[in-house]
């Protein structure tokens, strides 16, 4: 592979282009007209214009995207993640073009895609699944009968959904029937796919996932979890590997169920099986990405893998260079996710301009990042300005880690997520393991993020009085000749 184009913008194609450099291989980006300036644009080799801002003119025009790749020579596309990267018809559009498609097959692609046909893969493999109906339902008594059965609450899930969208909880028979009606109706709206089911409602779950990676010639091995439960609206925003809470035993267990899951759908390539873990420790399959995820710079921490390399290397069709053996983990690795939006807003989106913007550094501090100082966050996108990501010995370090750089994070004109995580660093909730997917809603308060700034305020008052202080003394004694005579009185002396 001598030429790669990433379909794709922000953080995730910079990093993509840093790796296949590494590689010695050539990088081309596209681009919308609101990231004419963006830094993976300016690092690639060469770079195309796709169009407009809106995606669906520009990151999402499949077509276009082949046709420069012709033009330009390209053998491999990177599809990072969202956009086009779990668009089965897209993949099998560059494979025809007789381009490599760096990711698994479309067949992986539509399997997986649908969480209902997921499903039915995962469970003729035996692997546990949450309580639930084996297909769509549309009949509403039906449903409710077999709601009761499960015991309430229970989630009606969209088979289509994704992105936390789709989900409707219901506690009790009463609202049953309302409920049913608002998810079809949303999943029509949002994915123009009306097929909803049901599965019990894990009340205090935990999101864990295993990371896989298969080559072409039947080897796949696992990296260990990544602990995705503290979420706002049903999505990551802080992850972690590994979790506090998975005995190496069931890390073997979930380690060998994920590789079962990708076995059923013929993965190849690096794939993210996601579980919901409950309070017995029993774990439950969710659903699997067939792409790079957001949160895998944790992995690449703890297990020193380049998951981009390896993508890359599995496309061109090597074997694994290493076998499940010869993977350890190596300390712990946290990453907080920094979004352009209002914590103290109900996370609301907040747009504007990086009028500041200065990364942290430091030994265990990563950040992955497409932005610069000056720059604006496009309203187009999803809000993510970077990934913070820290490493440590052990999880106490990179806990600690993670609160000073995210003190040494200066981002000013545009409110993120950052004070947030912060805040969880230090929560005793957090640092003690003992979580689940509803910490937010449980413990986090908008209160507990004004009182830090307040101290953080007051810190910062008390720093400049003790350095006036200092200044006004240094001031006096330069007036102050060595020998403590007035350099006023020795003038006056001339
Ligand atoms: P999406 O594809 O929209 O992200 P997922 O199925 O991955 O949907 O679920 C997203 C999140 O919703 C999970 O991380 C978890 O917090 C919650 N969730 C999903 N299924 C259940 C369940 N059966 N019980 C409790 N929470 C769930």
Not at 297 to 320: H, R, S, W, Y
Not at 398 to 416: L, N, P, S
Request: glycine content about 8%; overall charge negative.
């Amino acid at each position: 592979m001598q030429k790669i184009l990433v379909a794709n913008r922000g953080e995730i194609a910079l990093r993509v282009m840093k790796s296949a450099r590494e590689m010695g291989i050539k990088t081309v980006a596209v681009y919308s007209e609101a990231d004419r300036n963006a830094p993976h644009v300016k690092y690639a080799d060469e770079a195309v214009l796709l169009g407009p801002p809106a995606s669906s003119e520009s990151y999402l025009l499949g077509d276009k995207i082949i046709e420069f790749c012709k033009e330009l020579g390209v053998d491999g596309i990177h599809p990072g993640y969202g956009f086009l990267s779990e668009n089965a018809e897209f993949a099998d559009k560059v494979e025809q073009a007789g381009i490599t498609f760096i990711g698994p097959s479309s067949d992986s692609m539509r399997v997986m895609g649908d969480k209902l046909s997921a499903k039915e893969a995962a469970k003729k493999f035996d692997i546990p699944l949450v309580p639930g109906t084996e297909g769509a339902i549309d009949d509403i008594e039906e449903a409710k009968r077999i709601s009761a059965e499960i015991g309430f609450p229970i989630l009606i899930k969209a088979s289509a959904g994704g992105g936390g969208k789709g989900m409707r909880i219901v506690e009790n028979a009463d609202e049953f029937e309302e409920q049913m009606q608002l998810a079809i109706n949303e999943a029509v709206s949002a994915f123009g796919n009306g097929a909803v089911f049901i599965e019990k409602y894990v009340t205090s779950p935990r999101h864990i996932e295993i990371q896989v990676l298969c080559d072409k010639h039947g080897n796949g091995v696992h990296l260990f979890e990544r602990e995705c439960s503290i979420q706002r609206r049903h999505q990551k925003v802080i992850e972690e590997a590994p979790s506090a809470v998975v005995s190496p035993e069931v890390r073997q267990k979930m380690g060998e169920t994920a590789l079962m899951v990708a076995k059923a759908c013929n993965y190849v390539g690096a794939g993210t099986v996601e579980f919901i873990f409950d309070e017995n420790h029993n774990f439950y399959f969710l659903e699997m990405n067939t792409r790079l995820q957001v949160e895998h710079p944790v992995t690449e921490m703890i297990t020193g893998i380049d998951l981009v390399k390896e993508q890359i290397k599995v496309a061109k069709g090597e074997k694994l260079s290493f076998t499940q053996q010869d993977l350890k983990i190596n300390g712990h690795a946290m990453e907080v996710r920094v979004y352009a939006e209002n914590p103290r807003e109900n996370f609301l989106p907040d747009i504007g301009t990086l009028q500041t913007y200065q990364r942290p550094h430091g030994p265990g501090v990563r950040v992955d990042d497409g932005f610069e100082e000056g720059m604006q966050v496009p309203i187009y996108y999803d809000p993510m300005i970077s990934k913070l990501i820290t490493h440590g010995k052990d999880r106490e370090e990179a806990i600690e880690r993670m609160i000073h750089a995210c003190d040494d994070y200066k981002v000013v004109g545009i409110q993120t997520t950052l004070p947030f995580g912060k805040l969880v660093m230090k929560n005793e909730h957090f640092k003690s393991g003992d979580f689940d997917t509803h910490f937010v809603a449980k413990h986090f308060n908008v209160s507990d993020l004004e009182a830090a700034n307040a101290e953080e305020a007051e810190v910062a008052a008390l720093t400049l009085v003790h350095l006036l202080e200092k200044r006004k003394k240094q001031s006096l004694n330069s007036v102050l000749a060595e020998d403590g005579i007035s350099k006023w009185k020795l003038n006056r002396a001339r």
